[in-house]
């Protein structure tokens, strides 16, 4: 009898198996029906959608109107500032920089001495008060110096320097060195600067120095090859300097705000070797200017005319010819003075001078007579007239062909003809 295989029965799935049927294929709910009270809510909540994005909308416009005032605030800003950072702060240059940040030495000093007068009636300077500032204005040094010498006057009315301040002051070569240190791989920047370094026997490089004084542009403002402090600060910052008493501060100030009214221009044209311009636009004073009443390069040179010999006797004939010929007016002829008692009174100028050369002005002079050589002397076979012993010999031995070769050269002087007077002109 065959056996039959049993059927096992199917075994209720456990609740391991529903929880991972359910996590590998999860089961799909239908959307049930919407009711009215949905569609009621859904219609409510896309009406008030609409309105919010209309809101929003609104709101954003009125966000780019702001941003667009805001932007514009933005570049009217940066304009300004663009402005103002192109102007000179000469205000806060003449009060000293008063920021922290601004009391460091830096690459650029400004430096003004004062002086007192020593000696007989205090005609001869020595130095008294030496002030630096930086580049903001900031007083770096500032030392009175007691001179090497009594002083005769304090000239307190112009230096402002009195007895007091150089009792107890600092020796002058204490304060040289200290300068010297200071100013060392610095550029200097001084009015009139050489008088500075003169007074504190020191030297600098002369392209680590600018000079205001020499500068051609300031010279041109000013109208002068010599412009002074207290006008080149009046044109170009607008500032009164020197009412009084002088401060070698302030003054070291005001050079330090004129050069960095010219900064730009003055080392562009020494890096391109090129003529500089006034710059005009970087004070309020400057920017005021008539422009068409002063030179923006400096002040013009007169262009000399050096003469030559030959140019100096052709450009003297030509006056003497026109003295000749006149104007033809009877007038001119008598107030023409006499040419003779002209050649008389210029040959007495050069008597009195005792003018050894004249360029061609005394042309009736007399002709200069030269005097005839010696004439050779006599040889004979082993003698020579008017000498004896072995010295003639010598002399014979050594004379016989210069002397001769010069006489022969030279020939009879009184046979030669006079030398023609006024031997250039055409007769």
Request: with cysteine.
């Amino acid at each position: 009898m065959a056996k039959t295989k049993k059927v096992a029965a199917p075994v209720a799935p456990s609740s391991n198996w529903k929880s991972l049927k359910a996590a590998i294929k999860p089961a799909s709910s239908t959307p049930a029906p919407a009711s009215d009270s949905s569609k009621r809510k859904r219609t409510h909540s896309s009406v008030s959608s609409d309105a919010a994005e209309r809101q929003k909308g609104s709101s954003t416009s009125l966000k780019g109107k702001e941003r667009q005032r805001a932007d514009e605030a933005a570049v009217d800003a940066r304009k300004k500032g663009a402005a103002h950072k192109r102007l000179i702060p000469v205000d806060e240059i003449m009060q000293g920089g008063l920021a922290a940040w601004q009391r460091d030495p830096g690459q650029y000093l400004a430096i003004d001495c004062e002086m007192v007068g020593v000696g007989p009636e205090g005609v001869e300077s020595t130095l008294a008060r030496v002030s630096i500032v930086n580049y903001h204005g900031s007083t770096i040094l500032d030392r009175f110096v007691r001179p090497r010498e009594r002083v005769t006057d304090y000239r307190t009315w112009v230096s402002g320097v009195r007895e007091e301040d150089l009792r107890n002051a600092p020796s002058f070569q204490e304060v040289q060195k200290e300068v010297a240190a200071l100013i060392k791989d610095r550029i200097l920047i001084g009015h009139a600067l050489s008088n500075d370094t003169q007074v504190l026997l020191l030297s600098h490089p002369w392209h680590m120095t600018r000079d205001t004084s020499k500068y051609a542009p300031l010279q041109g403002l000013a109208k002068t090859k010599r412009p002074g402090l207290k006008n080149l600060a009046k044109l170009a910052l607008g500032v009164d300097i020197q009412a009084g008493e002088h401060s070698s501060v302030t003054d070291a100030r005001a050079t330090m705000a004129l050069y960095r009214t010219q900064k730009s221009a003055w080392e562009d044209s020494l890096l391109t070797h090129k003529t500089p311009s006034l710059l005009t636009n970087t004070t309020p004073a400057l920017e005021a200017l008539d422009l068409s009443k002063i030179s923006l390069t400096g002040v013009g040179k007169k262009r000399q005319q050096h003469l030559g010999l030959a140019a100096t006797i052709r450009h003297e004939k030509h006056l003497r010819e026109e003295a000749g010929r006149g104007s033809g007016d009877e007038d001119d002829l008598d107030d023409e003075p006499d040419e003779l008692v002209e050649d008389e009174k210029r040959k007495k100028r050069r008597v009195e001078r005792k003018d050894d050369l004249v360029l061609g002005f005394d042309f009736d002079a007399a002709p200069v007579v030269v005097a005839a050589p010696p004439a050779a002397p006599v040889h004979h076979k082993d003698k020579m007239v008017g000498a004896s012993g072995a010295g003639a010999k010598k002399k014979q031995k050594g004379t016989t062909g210069g002397a001769a070769s010069r006489s022969t050269i030279r020939g009879d002087m009184s046979r030669r003809p006079a030398a023609k007077d006024s031997w250039w002109e055409e007769d």
